[in-house]
């Protein structure tokens, strides 16, 4: 299992830009840079849901709602992906983590993003 450290999030205004930051940890081998790599984001009272994601090659995918405004990148090297957020929104509003995707790995602590109107 690896665990991910999430950090960069914090208090901006409508149409600011954040950069998170997420380390894996405990990852060893191939565990992480072998792996697709997702930032997830969640609001109290709804269901976490998946927001980009990279695979071991680079391949970028976007959820519509961040697509163009959202970009994430990843140093295998240093078992660390990166979620640069331009644009920001009010609705961007949430805790964002980040983990492999399709592997049972527990959900890190997170990083609160509030953006405000």
Do not use: H
Request: hydrophobic content about 35%.
């Amino acid at each position: 299992q690896v665990t991910f450290v999430e950090s960069g999030g914090g208090f901006v205004q409508t149409g600011g830009s954040l950069r998170l930051t997420c380390v894996a940890t405990e990852a060893t081998g191939g565990a992480f840079s072998a792996a697709t790599i997702g930032w997830y984001r969640q609001v109290p009272g709804k269901q976490r849901e998946l927001v980009a994601s990279i695979s071991n090659s680079g391949i970028t995918n976007y959820a519509d709602f961040v697509r163009g405004r959202f970009f994430i990148s990843r140093d295998s090297a240093k078992n660390t992906c990166y979620l640069e957020m331009n644009s920001l929104k009010p609705e961007d509003t949430a805790v964002y983590y980040c983990k492999r995707k399709l592997f049972l790995d527990s959900w890190g602590q997170g990083t609160q993003v509030t953006v405000s109107s």
